[in-house]
């Protein structure tokens, strides 16, 4: 069965930080693309950020210099670490894996960004 299962969420002051863990199984997790994906209330769904299965990285321009998306394919876990934590960073984040015609998604950790 194939799961993915979040952890790490909750409340931060802003300036704080948080770093969320994504456990993956099921999965061949090395030829994944794995991902962040968060929604406000009342939003869209945004992509925060990717890391190919080659290692390569890319963020919404909003979270450049303040997240860090890493993984670690031998203990099949992604990372987010988030650092200078702003309001609008309150969102559901949700961890993705895409590959081989199919996409996984665990199911959601609350961030609340409050002072």
């Known amino acids: 069965q194939v799961q993915l299962v979040e952890s790490g969420g909750g409340l931060v002051q802003p300036g704080g930080s948080l770093r969320l863990s994504c456990a993956a199984s099921?999965?061949?997790?090395?030829?994944?693309?794995m991902s962040w994906v968060r929604q406000a209330p009342g939003k869209q769904r945004e992509l925060v950020a990717t890391?190919?299965?080659?290692?390569?990285?890319n963020y919404v321009d909003s979270v450049k210099g303040r997240f860090t998306i890493s993984r670690d394919n031998a203990k099949k876990m992604a990372y987010l670490q988030m650092n200078m934590l702003k309001p609008e960073d309150t969102a559901v984040y949700y961890c993705?894996?895409?590959?081989?015609?199919?996409?996984?998604w665990g199911q959601g950790t609350q961030v609340t960004v409050s002072s």
């Open positions: 890391i190919t299965s080659g290692g390569s990285l």
């Open positions: 099921g999965i061949t997790f090395s030829s994944y693309y």
């Open positions: 993705n894996a895409h590959g081989s015609g199919h996409d996984f």
